[in-house]
């Protein structure tokens, strides 16, 4: 086994891609937080990790208080246990802030009507859980301009204040609720050197080995941070390199293509931009033992692969009983 094998395996593992069952909690709380610009995404995340054997099982634990989606990391919605959200929230919350602020004004929102429509969000959600689209119809009642791209950044400078977070799973979207309310008061937050700490000791639980360029890149604390952090963390012990991860199929935006900085130990460099296009995109993208070796779609549910290379029997056999879990799931 090379170098590069064994760093690849141990990343997978870390990732809980090496098999297993466990709870949505569990696998979200190892990872300490799952992207999830794309709720769709992120329940196939869990799927991938034994950690769900449906999407009921991820809105369940929306629905019971167990997890919640929150503007965190790099201000992008992440998926995480609802004990973490309030540390994580006053270790981060800083980092979008003025881009919020200054794209408010791009959208000729000034800071006196994004302050009442601050308040009117939280005052229309006393009353229990609403949508975008019911929030939306509520600040335009109120004659708050609602078009474009104005009502997420205002739900995202509520949510930056920790306000609000995403919770259950209504019959028509995903439901805005007071953090408050729904999650309780917080435990008291750490200072930021503890914090940081703990940043680092479960970024690399999930992620490890990673290096502080790895986890300034998936955090957006920033690399003099992230080098503190780490050092503050200690030497995770070293483990032993897992034997090769089982073919999985990983959706949009998965956590094994976000969570370092380089991540070509996962895809090589000339299927590079079929995994990661531009823009931002992450692609749905087929694993074997850690490897990247397709792209994937599921029009009409039916998955279909893109391989990069024609694929080994065994693989393609897996990447087959993958295909048919996820189309049950």
Known sequence: MTAADALRRRRAA?????????????AVAHLLAVQAQDLRAARLALRARGAAGGAGDVDAALDDRTLVVAWLMRGTLHLVAAEDHGWLHALTAHQTAATIRRRLGQLDVGPDEAERAVDLVTTALADGPLTRPMLTERLRAA?????????????????????????????????YVLAHDWLGPSARVPDRDAALAELARRYLRGHGPAEAEDLAAWSGIGLRAARAALAAAGAPPDAPAPEPVPPRLLPAYDPYLLGWRDRSFAVAPEHARRVHPGGGVVRATAIADGRAVATWTAPGGAVRLEPFAPLDAP???????????????
Do not use: M, S
Request: proline fraction near 7%.
């Open 315 to 329: 693989v393609a056999a897996a990447l087959e009983r993958e295909a048919a879990a996820v189309a049950r799931f």
């Open 14 to 26: 870390a990732q809980l891609l090496a098999g297993g069952t466990r709870t949505p909690r569990e």
């Open 143 to 175: 004659g708050i301009a609602a078009e474009g791209q104005r009502v997420p950044h205002l739900l995202a400078l509520a949510a930056g204040r920790g306000l609000i977070v995403l919770g259950p799973l209504l019959p028509d979207g995903h439901g």
